[in-house]
């Protein structure tokens, strides 16, 4: 299995609080990623990066902000949780292969989010 | 507008019997296909994929086909297992997309003993 560890697993919080959530990997893997599942939506991306300090937005970033300090760590932020940010968070993780395959991504636990 | 879509929430299998999960996609420039499973409380799991060169891709009990002009693929089991059962995920990229993974909904498999 690949080395990836979410935290915290389970956290509720109320409507206007900051959250972040930690994702850290220990495969040295160069592509990170944030996910959100919800009913009916599957995953859907928030946020990725491909490096150190280097993010860009997913189709659901609205909300979130990412960092990325150290190769092994990416967080993301909801700098005011709303109710509608209630979910289940994934981190992935991907290396970098040459080629246009586009590999698989590893997964983390989950962390759920409930926001009242 | 979901670019993959799974239009079976749910999906119910005697054991033993062959499952089949469908998934659609409407972007053309999708070049790379994935399924993943999912349990309960965990973080979804690899199962297969399928490079769009390729129309069939086979591993072990699980095989999944390609059709590029119907935009359309399909993953199949046989036989089903009752450790089957598992939410499975529809994914797709396209080249040079950073590895990002277009997801569908998912279908729920229930494999019955």
């Known amino acids: 299995d690949a080395g990836i560890t979410q935290s915290p697993r389970h956290k509720v919080t109320e409507t206007g609080t900051p959250v972040t959530l930690r994702c850290h990997q220990t495969?040295?893997?160069?592509?990170m990623y944030w996910y959100r599942q919800d009913p009916g939506h599957g995953l859907r991306l928030i946020h990725y990066?491909?490096?150190?300090?280097?993010?860009d937005k997913g189709e659901v970033s609205d909300g979130y902000s990412v960092s990325r300090s150290k190769t092994e760590d990416f967080l993301l932020t909801l700098e005011s949780a709303t109710s509608s940010q209630t979910s289940v968070y994934f981190c992935a993780i991907s290396e970098n292969l040459a080629g246009g395959n586009t590999g698989e991504l590893f997964f983390g636990e989950g962390s759920r989010l409930t926001v009242l | 507008d979901q670019q993959v879509k799974q239009n079976s929430p749910s999906l119910s299998v005697q054991e033993g019997r062959i499952s089949i999960l469908n998934c659609d996609y409407t972007?053309?420039?999708?070049?790379?296909f994935l399924w993943y499973k999912k349990y309960p409380a965990e973080g979804p799991t690899f199962l297969i994929s399928i490079s769009s060169i390729k129309d069939k891709n086979e591993d072990g009990r699980f095989t999944v086909f390609l059709n590029k002009s119907a935009k359309h693929l399909s993953l199949h089991i046989v036989p089903s297992q009752p450790g089957d059962s598992a939410v499975y995920f529809c994914a797709a990229s396209a080249t040079g997309s950073a590895r990002q993974l277009t997801f569908g909904s998912g279908t729920q498999l229930t494999v019955l003993p």
């Open positions: 972007n053309s420039m999708f070049d790379y």
């Open positions: 990066s491909y490096g150190v300090k280097d993010t």
């Open positions: 495969e040295n893997h160069r592509y």
